[in-house]
């Protein structure tokens, strides 16, 4: 199991940025970010595998990028062009094994979660 511990979310304008970050406590083969606003079904946002390969959820491909130091087993979400729909809480996922499917995917499935970062747009 990795423990998982994400940062950096917080109240931006429209327009503006954010870089999201997720500190694992072990490496992994396949991480991801999904976030989930009030009312709404968790989305995937990004996928990456260890070799870098990286895979996105339909809406976010132009303006998200995800990637991850493996000296630090640290995962990265730089968002650009934030939009007052990108609010939501932003959880990052994990896996060791490789069992969860095909990665890099959205829908890969991850055994471990963390706790989430709240991401605000206002308009």
């Known amino acids: 199991q990795v423990q998982l511990v994400e940062s950096g979310g917080g109240s931006v304008q429209a327009g503006g940025s954010l870089e999201l970050s997720c500190a694992a406590s072990a490496s992994t083969y396949c991480m991801g970010w999904f976030r989930q606003a009030p009312g709404k079904e968790r989305e995937g946002v990004a996928a990456i595998r260890s070799d870098g390969s990286t895979s996105y959820g339909d809406s976010e491909k132009a303006r998200f990028t995800i990637s991850k130091d493996n000296a630090k087993n640290t995962l990265y979400l730089q968002m650009n062009s934030l939009k007052p729909e990108d609010t939501a809480m932003y959880y990052c996922?994990?896996?060791?094994?490789?069992?969860?499917?095909?990665?890099?995917?959205?829908?890969?499935?991850?055994?471990?979660w963390g706790q989430g970062t709240q991401v605000t747009v206002s308009s």
């Open positions: 996922a994990a896996d060791r094994a490789g069992t969860g499917g095909y990665c890099p995917s959205v829908y890969y499935r991850f055994p471990d």
